[in-house]
């Protein structure tokens, strides 16, 4: 497990304004940048992972190359996939429901 992006979606494609084929074969620190603490709480998970332990879910600030500021509802675990231990990573982004509480 290096952190290197094996397959992608279209959802995620979207969110760092590329193609599927910009992301794949990349380690996740080439195409965001976590602002402290949510670069240690993404270590701390991805250690815990490494461990076999199972990680709660996490909302994650993050920023994309082109400087746009996300927010990330993540859910990972660990999948054993032709005898390689993947992160299978569950995103789903909260960046506009973040403006909304915000506003409130």
């Given at each position: ?5 094996v397959e992608?979606?279209l959802?995620?494609?979207k969110t760092?304004?590329?193609s ?9 620190a ?7 603490p ?25 920023i ?18 032709g ?22």
């Amino acid at each position: 497990m290096d952190g290197i992006f094996v397959e992608s979606n279209l959802a995620h494609s979207k969110t760092l304004a590329t193609s599927k084929e910009n992301i794949i074969g990349k380690n996740f620190a080439e195409l965001y940048t976590y602002p402290p603490p949510y670069d240690q709480k993404l270590m701390e998970m991805f250690y815990a992972l490494q461990r076999g332990e199972v990680t709660e879910p996490a909302e994650i600030e993050y920023i994309t190359n082109e400087y746009i500021v996300h927010w990330e509802s993540l859910l990972t675990t660990l999948v054993n996939i032709g005898g390689k231990s993947l992160i299978l990573s569950i995103d789903q982004d909260i960046t506009e429901l973040k403006k909304v509480y915000r506003t409130c």
